[in-house]
């Protein structure tokens, strides 16, 4: 599998996720710059029996997080208004988030049809 980053800067792939996803964490937090990435730890190990992993969270930032397998295969951040698609970016996020946690035990939920 590719890298999805691009594909979770698109509505319509976005979309496609969700309704094929079931929702089993959403609460808002507040972080300090460097923790969200710990956060994230937690969150995998919490719902690490599923594959398919999607995280999004939205505040003074927003961030787009896709793991399949426990492995990040797609990392999306809008900040200050620039895209950003590399998951170093990350651990400079922080503030208060809304976060939600979606999960898939089909990772064909990724596939694109036309």
Known sequence: MGDYS??????????????KSKMVKSEVITLKEGELVDYLNQVIVEFQHY?????SGTGESTFRILLINGEVRGVYVLKEGRE???EEILNELG???KIHV???????????SS
């Open 6 to 19: 691009q594909f979770l800067s698109k509505l319509s792939m976005l979309t496609k996720l969700i309704m």
């Open 51 to 55: 594959p398919v992993i999607y995280v």
């Open 84 to 86: 950003y698609r590399e």
């Open 95 to 97: 503030g208060n988030l």
């Open 102 to 112: 979606y999960v898939s035990l089909n990772p064909k939920v990724l596939e694109v």
